[in-house]
């Protein structure tokens, strides 16, 4: 199979060089039908557009954009060939794929740059498609962004960077005509300010913006609200906490932007102490903020900065509190991500240290996953730890339909060495559904899954399964199982049992005081350009 895939890559590789060659015209050679292996993107009108937060959006029509970028083909002796394409200037050996979605239902690609890469968000687009962003240090270093159709391949990536390389983008949400993204970029003179810039559907950018004070500012999560956006994450600059001492503290701080970037409102929500956002949802008349707190519950009660709770605030539309809690215990709390149930409550998950197994480890320094079902009036409904004897790092949580959650975190419990990526499934019961781990012997994670049906997909960062030495991106698409239909890695594992507890979790009032900044606006540096890396199907 192999052989004859490569002679038939060969064939075209010589066939599209002599048409090349009798006009000294490349560009001439999209006139050929490529048949399935080209990349042709376009709205799938019976997919419901909703963007990358799970809110509507109106419709979207997404224009074929690889029509005129000339295919290359590629030849390789250790994967089927096919035809790939990533930009205008991609030399014949830069990318590798093998048409996998073609004969196989699961996978697992990776995607390699020349040094290291990894992922921070992974989110799908209202059209099925995909999304990843990270960072890479790859020749250009720099923020990347990568466009994935529906088949998880490529349609376009970039490399987002500036002459001072401190930049990354903690959250991102879709627009009718791009993607908003959203976090904190450094600047010589006023240090970490927060950022915010618009890539269209094409992948170029449309605009960058940079908000803040004096001090340190930064943007950590993003929510469509009517016809605005909505960031919220922690500030130095503004707020009570930047009056404490001996250090300055951070307030929780939120944006109101309009579809241009242009400041609209700011408010902050603090205490005496740190306090800070980490996510925010809209739906509907409801907007929640998912924080972390240092002046507020039993977190705020201990000495030091060594305790923590994690908070919820409940906002009006006019950005006043409709009410605050504030749950934890004795040690650490903090939220990752939170989600909203089909019944109007909102599931969080974080990590705790006041509670489970994470309390046994002899240095001292693991947490355990700690699932929180709130209601609407930020009533506590149910609370859940999960983890081993070692650290878990936690990223994100979904829903389906029947309110079954699935959690998605590093676990350090299964290999000594580094982590692995945990997926576990939980019902109404707050009982396991499923539970499996995916690693080598190298740190693997992904930041966010996606329930596609029938499928499970994820993308996050791995040192196992790429380059020795480097870290690597690697896409999964697994059966609804979590399952793989060939042989992908051998380090999957579906005897994973995680310690499970009901922590007698303390709920508290949360009295945030608002302040209305006005915080200093501008446009950023940000150059975006083409960023080129491989692309190989590993399953056999």
């Not at 499928?455 to 690697?474: E, H, K, N, P, R």
Request: charged letters at 25%; glycine letters at 12%.
């Amino acid at each position: 199979m192999r052989s004859i895939s490569f002679l038939l890559a060969l064939s075209l590789f010589l066939v599209f060089a002599a048409c090349s060659d009798s006009n000294g015209d490349s560009s001439d050679l999209v006139s050929v039908d490529l048949g399935k292996d080209f990349i042709s993107y376009q709205d799938v009108s019976d997919t419901a557009n909703v963007d990358s937060n799970g809110d509507s959006i109106p419709d979207t029509i997404v224009e074929d954009s690889m029509s005129d970028i000339e295919p290359d083909v590629v030849v390789d002796m250790d994967v089927d060939v096919g035809i790939y394409d990533i930009g205008n200037d991609v030399d014949v050996g830069d990318i590798i794929d093998s048409d996998i979605s073609v004969n196989y239902n699961t996978f697992v690609k990776i995607f390699r740059g020349v040094g290291s890469d990894s992922v921070d968000l992974f989110r799908r687009t209202s059209d099925n498609g995909f999304i990843i962003v990270g960072q890479t240090d790859s020749e250009k270093e720099g923020i990347i962004v990568v466009r994935l159709d529906k088949d998880m391949r490529v349609v376009w990536s970039k490399v987002i960077g500036s002459s001072i390389v401190d930049d990354r983008i903690n959250d991102l949400v879709e627009a009718e005509d791009g993607f908003v993204l959203v976090g904190y970029h450094y600047t010589q003179d006023k240090g970490w300010e927060g950022l915010v810039l618009k890539l269209g559907l094409d992948g170029n950018l449309l605009w960058q913006r940079l908000y803040g004070g004096a001090k340190r500012d930064e943007f950590n999560s993003v929510s469509r609200f009517e016809n605005y956006f909505l960031i919220v994450g922690l500030t130095m600059s503004f707020g009570v906490g930047g009056m404490c001492s001996p250090v300055d503290c951070t307030d929780i701080w939120l944006v109101k932007i309009d579809a241009d970037g242009k400041l609209i409102e700011s408010r902050t929500y603090g205490g005496t102490r740190d306090d800070w956002a980490n996510s925010i949802k809209v739906s509907g008349n409801n907007i929640y903020i998912g924080c972390g707190t240092n002046s507020f519950g039993s977190g705020g009660n201990c000495d030091g900065d060594k305790c923590a709770d994690i908070c919820l605030i409940s906002l009006k539309d006019d950005l006043s509190i409709n009410w605050g809690k504030a749950f934890g215990g004795k040690g650490w709390e903090d939220i990752s991500k939170m989600v909203e149930m089909n019944n109007g409550s909102l599931a969080l998950i974080g990590i705790t240290d006041s509670f489970g197994t994470g309390l046994e480890c002899e240095n001292k320094a693991c947490s355990d996953v700690l699932l929180l079902k709130v209601d609407s009036n930020g009533n506590l409904i149910s609370a859940l730890n999960l983890g081993t004897t070692s650290p878990e790092q936690v990223f994100s949580i979904v829903s389906d339909k029947e309110e079954n959650l699935f959690l998605d975190f590093v676990t350090y419990g299964t290999n000594s060495l580094s982590g692995d990526l945990a997926l576990v499934g939980i019902d109404k019961e707050n009982k396991i559904l499923s539970s499996n781990i995916y690693g080598g012997d190298g740190f693997d994670s992904s930041p966010e899954i996606i329930l596609g049906g029938d499928s499970i997909y994820f993308a996050g960062t791995t040192s196992s399964f790429g380059v020795v030495g480097l870290y690597d991106i690697w896409v999964v698409k697994t059966d609804s199982l979590g399952s793989f239909d060939r042989d992908c890695i051998k380090g999957i594992r579906s005897d994973f049992e995680p310690n499970l507890g009901t922590p007698e979790v303390l709920v508290n009032e949360a009295g945030f005081e608002i302040t209305t900044p006005e915080p200093a606006e501008y446009n950023g540096d940000l150059r975006v350009e083409d960023w080129k890396f491989s692309v190989e199907d590993i399953c056999r």
